[in-house]
């Protein structure tokens, strides 16, 4: 199947032929990256500048930390943290394309209504928020759809899986089918690295990342500084930059269309470098 290479940001098209980087801005206080933890109004401002100085295509902002075990979070604080956030960065950059990092639909709703969001990066796949695909098909914005089991506060207790490759596979088939059916078509794949799997099962998924290709859709890659990488070689978060650039490199070589990246500028030179090896 031929791999749809454009999604639809608010009537233009955004060409994922050539790999892009989206910059990840967290507005919490408890991401499991300390580094990424942006609260005051001036920090926010930084990181949104830094993000599109550096060559980020896409400000990934998230107001709910996803790390395993973190703490909830109630509907009301997630959408007042994003609600700030976007009124610094629509003032500053007011055609900046911004992705929502949330599960909920009534939070992703008023980031779009209100705010001009562009697309929404749902980690639970709908799974978590019965609404959430109906309200993507209403608003008719881009989609990533993101394989995880549970909830980040039980996902590491449900890892159980007989072939990883092909569950993941088939999750996507049944969840791009209910889409498709409700009329969505700008959908992006993120096969979840980290969430509801072990460490030899991020590799394996990460091995056969290919196959994911046979879906027809952008594949949207993150692995910034996570546990697969620091768990591997030691070391902590802050110690998974080299890392982080291997894998990226990794999955540019399997085609991925979206980096995820904390580390925006080094994301960037990932793709150029792979871009000239490859074409070159």
Known sequence: MATSLCI?????LLDLSQPRVMGILNVTPDSFYAESRKQSD?????????????????????AYSSRSGAADVSPEEEMERLGRAL????????????SIDTFRASVAERCVLEYGADIINDISGG????????????????????????TPQNMQQDTHYDDITSEVM???????DQLHEMGVNDIILD?????????????????????????GLPILVGVSRKSMIYKLLGG?????????????????????HILRAHDVKEAVEAVRICGCAVSG
């Open 42 to 62: 001036e920090a926010i401002s930084q990181r949104a500048n830094e993000i599109l100085l550096e060559g980020g295509d896409i400000i990934d902002l998230g």
């Open 8 to 12: 639809n940001i608010q009537g233009k």
């Open 127 to 150: 799974e978590l928020d019965p609404d959430m695909f109906p309200t993507v098909a209403r608003l008719n914005v881009p989609y990533i759809l993101m394989h995880m089991k549970g």
């Open 87 to 98: 009124r610094i960065i629509r003032h500053e950059h007011p055609h900046a394309i911004i």
């Open 170 to 176: 088939q999750y996507f088939g049944r969840k791009v």
């Open 236 to 256: 902590t978060p802050q110690d998974a930059l080299n890392g982080t650039t291997v894998l990226h490199t990794i999955s540019l070589m399997q085609g991925a």
């Open 191 to 215: 096969p979840g690295y980290g969430f509801a799997k072990t460490l030899e099962q991020n590799y394996e998924l990460l091995r056969n990342q290919h196959v994911l290709h046979e879906l």
